[in-house]
């Protein structure tokens, strides 16, 4: 197993376990190659750490919460757009309140061309993830990975999608391409009209920038 779990070590700091977050990370995902940099970082509360990357396409942010157990600790992944902020999920763009970090798999199904309402089915017959997602799921490696430590699962699928969907996955996010922004708003859209989602907080779930 990882070694990010040192309960015994009163010496370990936050700090520590947020660099050794970070360098799951950065030893599983190609920044280089998408000119992706650290632009911020908060490693203030051993229970939480959060790792954010700049490039010029988006944003990708990294929220790794640590739990009494190393097998429950958990990772999530965040897509924002340039004008995301730091430490807020919801602001007003454009005189509307929206969602700016994204971190559903909607859109790789978006990417896949798989209609809303074809995603809507799949998901009330128990098909939750797209192709991709699945096959590395029930992979040797995927089930290797998850029983080692899901944090490092949940890294190198990304890699696996990066690798899979390359520009076209960078370029959704990217402001520079507001034309594919509003075909993805559209399907989101859609998919929650059928789904019948609601959102319990802030702006209803399409409204995203």
């Given at each position: 197993?990882?070694?990010?779990?040192?309960?015994?070590?009163?010496?370990?700091?936050?700090?520590e376990?947020?660099n050794?977050?970070?360098?799951i990370?950065?030893?599983?995902?190609?920044?280089?190659?998408?000119n992706?940099?650290?632009?911020?970082?908060?490693?203030?509360?051993?229970?939480?750490?959060?790792?954010i990357?700049?490039?010029?396409?988006?944003r990708?942010?990294f929220?790794?919460?640590?739990?009494?157990?190393?097998?429950?600790?958990?990772?999530?992944?965040?897509?924002?757009?340039?004008?995301?902020?730091?430490?807020?999920?919801?602001?007003?763009?454009?005189?509307?309140?929206?969602?700016?970090?994204?971190?559903?798999l909607?859109?790789?199904?978006?990417?896949?061309?798989v209609?809303?309402?074809?995603?809507?089915?799949?998901?009330?017959?128990?098909?939750?993830?797209?192709?991709?997602?699945?096959?590395?799921?029930?992979?040797?490696?995927?089930?290797?990975?998850r029983?080692?430590?899901?944090?490092?699962?949940?890294?190198v699928?990304?890699?696996?999608?990066w690798?899979?969907?390359?520009?076209?996955?960078?370029?959704?996010?990217?402001?520079?391409?507001?034309?594919?922004?509003?075909?993805?708003?559209?399907?989101?859209?859609?998919?929650y009209?059928?789904?019948?989602?609601?959102?319990s907080?802030?702006?209803?779930?399409?409204?995203?920038?």
């Amino acid at each position: 197993m990882i070694d990010l779990y040192k309960k015994n070590e009163k010496s370990e700091t936050s700090k520590e376990l947020g660099n050794a977050v970070a360098q799951i990370i950065e030893d599983n995902l190609d920044f280089r190659r998408w000119n992706f940099k650290l632009s911020f970082s908060d490693f203030s509360k051993m229970s939480y750490q959060k790792i954010i990357y700049d490039s010029p396409y988006c944003r990708i942010s990294f929220s790794f919460s640590r739990q009494r157990l190393p097998k429950y600790d958990e990772l999530s992944i965040f897509y924002g757009r340039l004008h995301a902020p730091n430490d807020k999920a919801i602001i007003v763009w454009r005189g509307q309140e929206c969602h700016c970090w994204h971190g559903t798999l909607n859109h790789l199904w978006f990417l896949d061309g798989v209609s809303p309402q074809d995603v809507v089915k799949q998901e009330k017959s128990h098909k939750y993830s797209p192709k991709l997602v699945e096959k590395f799921y029930h992979s040797d490696v995927g089930i290797k990975l998850r029983e080692e430590y899901a944090p490092k699962y949940i890294v190198v699928l990304e890699s696996m999608i990066w690798q899979h969907y390359g520009k076209r996955l960078f370029e959704l996010f990217d402001m520079r391409h507001p034309n594919l922004w509003k075909e993805y708003s559209r399907f989101l859209s859609e998919y929650y009209t059928l789904l019948g989602a609601k959102s319990s907080y802030g702006p209803p779930y399409e409204n995203v920038c």
